[in-house]
């Protein structure tokens, strides 16, 4: 396979909170849920996504292993290396995972929490993500966007639905993310394609997909487009320039002018 990937941060000035690692078998794309509050832990959220990260990418060389089998122990051995924090906390560090895998002649696919994995079989887009997280204080952060970025309004709403959230995170009726409970990843979406259907594939966090949920500039047909004729960095450039023409947010509602963004395509 063929494959390209492209991260870029919402804020040059602050740390990358997506990590992406992406080889011809194994891709794996973390987004990591910003901390508007207390968290209980002396790490940051950069900190928790390469940690993971680089469990997730060891644990999945081991082929006999399932990938939610692979994040169950990613979450366990990064929690072993910080056991001063408060992972009880319900802000620890926590990320959206997207995985892909090509084992055998099959493409297995993981997701939970904010990223998206689309694979066209057939000329036709599987699309898989999770919107758990977005039933989860909905009314707050409805609120929060009528107010403009950076005022301190918009930022009290902001923590406020942060911290609804927080209640309903890793919970039954709530949604699940990666974080210090294992059994988090229980929970996952997860799958596997044959990889002889397999035309084309993308793993995206919320901040490079917004361009078709968010946006609704492009259709996932478009952006795998995009993504073949000029490649990762193209799609990102395209969703900065959409977010430059409206940056009160008033055309596109959301909760950040701009996000980190990771693309990471693939073709046979």
Aim: aromatic share 4%; glycine share 6%; hydrophobic share 45%.
């Amino acid at each position: 396979m063929r494959v390209a990937c492209a991260t870029v941060p919402g804020d040059p000035a602050v740390p990358n909170e997506d990590w992406v690692t992406a080889t011809p078998n194994i891709i794996v794309v973390l987004d990591g849920a910003t901390a508007r509050i207390e968290t209980g832990c002396v790490h940051g959220v950069a900190w928790y996504v390469n940690k993971l990260g680089a469990a997730l990418v060891d644990g999945a060389f081991e082929q006999s292993q399932p990938l939610p089998d692979v994040l169950v122990e990613g979450i366990r051995r990064v929690a072993t290396q910080h056991p001063q924090c408060d992972l009880t906390h319900p802000g620890t560090p926590s990320a959206g995972v997207a995985m892909l895998r090509l084992r055998a002649d099959v493409l297995e696919y993981l997701v939970l929490a904010d990223t998206t994995v689309v694979i066209e079989a057939g000329h036709e887009p599987h699309v898989v993500t999770d919107n758990r997280v977005a039933a989860v204080a909905a009314q707050e952060r409805a609120e929060a966007r009528r107010l403009p970025f950076g005022s301190p309004a918009r930022d009290k709403a902001l923590r406020e639905a942060k911290r609804t959230e927080q209640k309903a995170r890793n919970r039954p009726g709530g949604f699940w993310v990666a974080a210090a409970d294992p059994t988090a990843a229980e929970h996952t979406i997860a799958g596997a394609v044959p990889m002889a259907q397999v035309d084309r594939f993308a793993v995206l966090t919320d901040g490079a997909a917004r361009c078709v949920d968010t946006f609704d500039l492009l259709t996932w047909t478009d952006l795998l487009d995009v993504l073949d004729k000029a490649g990762p960095a193209e799609l990102i450039r395209q969703v900065r320039a959409a977010e430059a023409v409206d940056p009160d947010g008033r055309r596109w509602p959301r909760n950040k002018n701009s996000d980190d963004a990771t693309v990471v395509y693939g073709q046979r």
